[in-house]
């Protein structure tokens, strides 16, 4: 389908309802495990009708109580766009080492560029992943004017891109999935408002300009490559920003790991995007919704590539528990933090981990 979302006008929000404090907390704060991953059809997030509005919005809850991750389709990413990105990332990481590690991600101060195999070590324990990335943050789409988001708050996570030399249509590519991703998670918050039981617009002004890193991974097969122990294409971790927009090729290999310790094959659909929640959503709803350990090994033989993008709060956002989320008596697990200097921790460690 063309795109879901050009010119969608989202139905008016239903500002009458009223918070009601601990209501989420006996029915969700549970550790229940799962052996799916739901999927869940976005063809009513601009209805009209309230009804079948609210009954996307209980799907979404469910997922994101019990499993933290679910599969979307009619996402309106277009499918050239999807082709024409993948392409332009199989060019790119077919470069010379030298060339890809002049935009080396260890000499940025601001986390943009280029990540070598096994420069990265996402799991402590691991032994460096068995993945090469390509990192990018919000910048316009071409012949746009908009400004950056986050130039204000972003700090050291705002600023320019860097991008490669001599590869024509590269950047344009990139950035074209990236503002339809964009158009994609935007989509997201007043249905987790919803989900929480709060007013659909709770977090519009929490999510003005909307922080999203992007990375281009590529996974080359373990078969054929040396393995040591401890190294597969990215470590068991949990991500950082609300959620994760996430388009697999059909290599598979990510899994996920439910409550009861099993890993849980989060097989590649075609025509849907994976969604999963992070950090940030774990400690803003106290862990109503489920930020969930997940890894990739690539044992299929064939090369994978894959395109997440971390959407989160707005930086200046203080992390306190939503107030559905809260209940009497009940001491929050986190200590409020700044959206930002999260991320920005946690980026800092990642890197501290991980060669130079
Ligand atoms: O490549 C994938 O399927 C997952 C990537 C991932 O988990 C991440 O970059 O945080
Ligand atoms: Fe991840």
């Known amino acids: 389908m063309a795109s879901l979302h050009e010119g969608a006008e989202l139905p008016p929000v239903n500002l009458d309802v009223t918070p009601c404090p601990g209501f989420l907390l006996a029915s969700s704060r549970t550790e229940s495990t799962f052996d799916e991953i739901p999927v869940i059809d976005l063809a009513d997030a601009f209805s009209g009708n309230a009804e079948k509005r609210s009954e996307l919005a209980v799907k979404i809850r469910d997922a994101c109580v019990n499993v933290g991750f679910f599969y979307v389709k009619n996402h309106g990413i277009p499918q050239a766009t999807i ?5 332009a990332a199989k060019t790119y990481f077919a470069l ?4 890809k590690m002049q935009l080396d991600i260890h000499k940025s101060s601001n986390f943009k560029g280029y990540t070598a195999l096994l ?3 996402t799991d402590v324990t691991g032994n460096g992943d068995l993945h090469e990335g390509f990192d990018i943050g919000f910048e316009s ?9 986050n130039a204000s708050t972003g700090g050291s996570m705002a600023g320019e ?6 590869l024509p249509g590269f950047k344009d590519a990139v950035l074209q999935y990236y503002h339809s991703a964009l158009d994609l998670g935007r989509i997201f918050f007043p249905l987790f408002a919803l989900a929480l039981d709060m007013p659909g617009g709770w977090f519009d002004d929490k999510t003005k300009e909307s922080a999203a890193i992007m990375r281009l991974l590529h996974y080359p097969p373990q078969s054929a490559t040396t393995v040591q122990e401890g190294q597969i294409g990215i470590g068991a971790h ?5 959620f994760t927009l996430l388009w697999q090729d059909k290599a598979g290999g990510l899994q996920v790991k439910n409550s009861s310790g099993k890993w849980i094959d989060a097989v590649p659909i075609p025509g849907t995007i994976v969604v999963n929640l992070g ?8 862990d109503v919704f489920k930020s969930t350990p997940h890894r990739v090994i690539n044992r299929s033989g064939a090369e994978r590539y894959s395109i997440p993008l971390f959407f989160g709060t707005d930086y200046d956002v203080l992390l306190t528990p939503i107030p559905t989320c809260l209940s009497p008596g009940r001491t929050p697990q986190y200590e409020p933090i700044k959206a930002g200097d999260y991320v ?3 980026l800092e460690a990642t890197y501290a981990h991980s060669a130079a």
């Open 141 to 149: 789409a071409p012949g746009s004017q908009a400004t950056s988001p």
């Open 161 to 166: 891109n860097v991008w490669p030399d001599g």
């Open 279 to 286: 950090d940030q959503f774990a400690r803003w709803t106290d």
């Open 83 to 87: 082709e024409k990105t993948i392409a």
């Open 119 to 121: 420069g990265e070590n």
């Open 96 to 99: 010379p080492e030298e060339v």
């Open 238 to 242: 949990t991500d950082y920003e609300c």
């Open 344 to 346: 920005k921790a946690r």
